[in-house]
C-alpha cells in the first residue's frame, strides 16, 4: 500500500518512519516533508501543503491511506475534502477539530458536558477584558482563541503582562492568530498549580484506544524556565500519570468528551490530546485539547510502538461511520524512549534558516535523529526552521537513555544551536 503523511515537522518524520517499518507499505509520501524524509530511500517527499491538491493527488495516485500530523490542515478541513471523495484518511472532520482550533469552542464545550477545566470567560472586546483581570487578580491565564502555533498562550504573573496580552492578543494580534470567523476573542482563565502531563488516545468514531503517556518540556531553558515553545524535548512513559490519574483521564475527560461530541452531532475520529494538569492530591483537570499528536512527544512516543502502525490506523478507518479497534490492543516497548529537541539560534522568538548542519549520528531502530526545521540544499543539509531536529532513543530507564540521547547528540553541529540539557528531569528525579 502506498500512504500519506501530510506534514513537515518531526512528528511526521516520525510517523512517516514508523510506517515504513511496516510490511505492508511500499512507499510512504510526506508532503511536504523536511531534509531528513528527504535522505530516507523508503520515504518521499512531495511538494504540496494545499488540501484540495492532496486530496487529487492522493487520488491520482492511488494513495490507500492519508495520515495528518498538524493542526492547520485538519482545521482546514483535509478530512471532509477526503472523506468526500472516499478516500481513506485518519483525522478529525473540520468541525470536531474545532476542540483544538477555538479555545472558545472548546471551553464552552467542557462546561457544557462537565468535562474538569479551569474557570474561564470569553471577550472580544478589550475594555471588558481589562476590567476582568482587574477585578481576578494574578496569575491570571490569557488565551488568544484561534490557533497560534503555540505562541497564544499568557501565563501573567503579574497584572501588567495581562494587561499587556489583551491589547497583544484583542488590539495589535502581532502573534498573526487566525482568529475564527475573522473576530478576535480571547478566553481569560483561572491559574492552575501541578504537574502537566500529555494524554493521547486514538479514537474511531466509536471506540478509543490510549496511546503511551508522555510528557513534554514547554519552557525553552533548563529548569523550565525561559519562554513557551512548542516543546523542547519528551519523553514517555510518565511516571507522574499513574495508573490512577490514567483511569481518571479516561473517566473524567476523554470519554465524557467523545460522549459530548456524538451528543453534539460532531463525532470525534482522530488522534485526540489532552493537556492535563495533575494537582497533588491526583486530581486532573484539562488545560487544553488538540485534535493531533503532540510534537515532540509523538517521536519517543512511536519509538516504543510495537504494533505495526499501518494496521492499527487501517482498523481506525476501516468503516464509513467508524473502525474496529474493539479488539485492538497496543503493544508498547517496555523501555523508556526520550528525544531532545535541538532548536535553531532565536528559537522561538525570531528563528534563524539557512545554517549549514554537520555531526549527525548514525541512526538504528532504537536510537533516531528526526528531522523538523531541516532542508536538504544542493545534497546538503541546512536549518530551515524553529526546532530543527529531535535527537531520540530507548535505554533501560531514564537515566540511562538521558546519557544515550546526550551522548549521540555531542557530534551535531550548527551556528546558534540551542537545546536543553535536563530533558527527563522529572521522572529522573523518582
Ligand atoms: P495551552 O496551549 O492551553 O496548553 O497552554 C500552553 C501552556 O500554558 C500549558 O502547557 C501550561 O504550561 C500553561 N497553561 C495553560 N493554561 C494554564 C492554566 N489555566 N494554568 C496554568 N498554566 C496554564
Ligand atoms: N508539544 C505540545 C504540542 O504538541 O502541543
Redesign the pocket.
Known amino acids: 500500500m502506498k500512504v500519506l503523511v501530510i506534514g513537515g515537522g518531526g512528528r511526521e518524520h516520525a510517523m512517516a518512519w514508523k510506517l515504513a517499518q511496516s510490511p505492508k507499505v511500499q512507499m510512504v509520501y510526506v508532503a511536504p516533508g523536511n531534509g531528513g524524509t528527504a535522505l530516507d530511500p523508503r520515504l518521499h517527499n512531495l511538494p504540496i501543503t494545499d488540501v484540495v491538491q492532496l486530496r487529487q493527488w492522493a487520488q491520482e495516485n492511488k494513495i490507500g491511506l492519508t495520515l495528518v500530523g498538524p493542526e492547520g490542515p485538519l482545521a482546514a478541513g483535509v478530512v471532509d475534502e477526503f472523506r468526500q471523495r472516499s478516500l481513506r484518511i485518519f483525522g478529525p472532520t473540520k468541525a470536531a477539530a474545532q476542540l483544538e482550533s477555538s479555545?472558545a469552542f472548546s471551553k464552552a464545550f467542557m462546561r457544557r458536558h462537565g468535562i474538569p477545566t479551569?474557570e474561564y470567560a470569553t471577550f472580544s472586546d478589550p475594555a471588558t477584558a481589562h476590567t476582568y483581570v482587574n477585578q481576578m487578580g494574578v496569575p491570571i491565564?490569557v488565551?488568544a482563541d484561534g490557533l497560534a502555533a503555540?505562541k497564544?498562550?499568557v501565563?501573567a504573573m503579574t497584572l501588567e503582562e495581562a494587561h499587556a496580552a489583551i491589547d497583544f492578543m484583542l488590539v495589535d494580534n502581532t502573534l498573526g492568530v487566525a482568529h475564527n470567523e475573522g473576530g478576535a476573542r480571547v478566553v481569560i482563565?483561572?491559574?492552575?498549580?501541578g504537574e502537566?502531563a500529555s494524554f493521547m488516545v486514538m479514537c474511531d468514531g466509536r471506540n478509543v484506544v490510549p496511546l503511551a503517556t508522555s510528557q513534554d518540556h514547554?519552557r525553552l531553558q533548563d529548569g523550565d524556565n525561559g519562554p513557551?515553545t512548542g516543546g523542547m524535548g519528551a519523553y514517555s512513559p510518565a511516571p507522574v500519570v499513574t495508573p490512577q490519574v490514567h483511569a481518571r483521564a479516561m473517566r473524567e475527560i476523554i470519554l465524557p468528551t467523545l460522549k459530548g461530541m456524538e451528543k453534539d452531532g460532531i463525532p470525534y475520529t482522530g488522534f485526540l490530546y489532552a493537556?492535563l494538569?495533575i494537582d497533588r492530591e491526583g486530581q486532573v483537570k484539562t488545560?487544553?485539547f488538540n485534535c493531533r499528536m503532540g510534537d515532540p512527544e509523538t517521536q519517543p512516543i512511536l519509538m516504543r510502538l510495537k504494533t505495526d502502525f499501518l494496521d492499527v490506523l487501517l482498523s481506525a478507518t476501516e468503516g464509513t461511520s467508524g473502525g474496529s479497534f474493539e479488539s485492538l490492543e497496543l503493544e508498547w516497548d517496555r523501555r523508556v524512549a526520550l528525544g531532545v529537541v535541538m532548536a535553531a539560534q532565536g528559537y522561538p522568538a525570531t528563528p534563524r534558516k539557512g545554517d549549514a548542519m554537520s555531526g549527525l549520528p548514525k541512526e538504528s531502530d532504537d536510537a533516531m535523529v528526526f528531522h523538523a526545521g531541516t532542508a536538504l540544499v544542493d545534497g546538503q543539509l541546512q536549518t530551515s526552521g524553529g526546532r530543527v531536529l529531535c535527537v531520540t532513543a530507548l535505554g533501560d530507564n531514564v537515566r540511562q537513555v538521558q546519557q544515550r540521547v546526550y551522548q549521540s547528540l555531542q557530534g551535531i553541529a550548527f551556528d546558534g544551536m540551542q537545546y536543553r540539557t535536563d530533558i527527563g528531569h522529572r521522572a529522573a528525579k523518582g
Open positions: 479555545k479551569a491565564v488565551k503555540g497564544g498562550v501565563v482563565e483561572e491559574f492552575l498549580e502537566e514547554k513557551n493537556g494538569m488545560l487544553e
